[in-house]
């Protein structure tokens, strides 16, 4: 694909409250760096998943695809990093994905190339719902609360931290 599609992701910024806080945190990420990753990692899919029913609440609606094929997953290359947005499906016949969701959220040129030269085309306008919901105010706010109340559980639910802490043996 010629043009780079609209992202979306969101950046969410690490404030401390209080030093306390920052020294337990500080302390987690250095004595149990395994721990440290799946807190973080749980935690941003937590904040991800609120993101995901006001993103189908705004998607553009015609077959409904796009809007059912929203989703928050986990990052593949920079972890810990949560997806939030429209998957693509296995195929073009995939009823659960939408294949064509880059031209929605970024939008299609008036002017193809082709062999014989540059063809006029119908051009469609960018609706780039994703960010644009990521980026609310009050859907950011609520995904930072749902990151914070998943980290401060960690510290003050024992079975919570009992099961992010205890890892099965790979061979």
């Known amino acids: 694909m010629a043009r780079t599609p609209a992202r979306s992701v969101t950046e969410f910024e690490v404030k401390f409250e209080n030093s ?3 020294f337990q945190l500080g302390f987690e990420q250095g004595s149990n760096p395994r721990a440290w990753n799946r807190l973080l990692a749980l935690s941003l899919l937590n904040a991800g998943r609120t993101m995901v029913k006001p993103m ?42 939408a294949w064509y969701r880059w031209f929605v959220t970024s939008g299609t040129k008036p002017s193809r190339e082709t062999k014989s030269g540059i063809k006029a085309v119908r051009g469609v306008a960018a609706r780039p719902f994703v960010v644009k919901t990521a980026t609310r105010t009050d859907v950011y706010k609520r995904a930072l609360d749902t990151y914070w109340s998943t980290i401060d559980k960690y510290f003050t639910d024992k079975v919570f931290k009992d099961r992010i802490t205890k890892f099965r043996k790979t061979r």
Do not use: C, F, H, W
């Open 20 to 22: 306390y806080t920052q």
């Open 56 to 97: 189908k609440q705004e998607a553009p609606v015609r077959t409904g695809r796009l809007r059912n094929s929203i989703n928050a997953k986990r990052g593949m290359y920079q972890r810990p990093a949560v997806t939030v947005g429209p998957r693509p499906g296995q195929s073009r016949g995939d009823l659960k994905g």
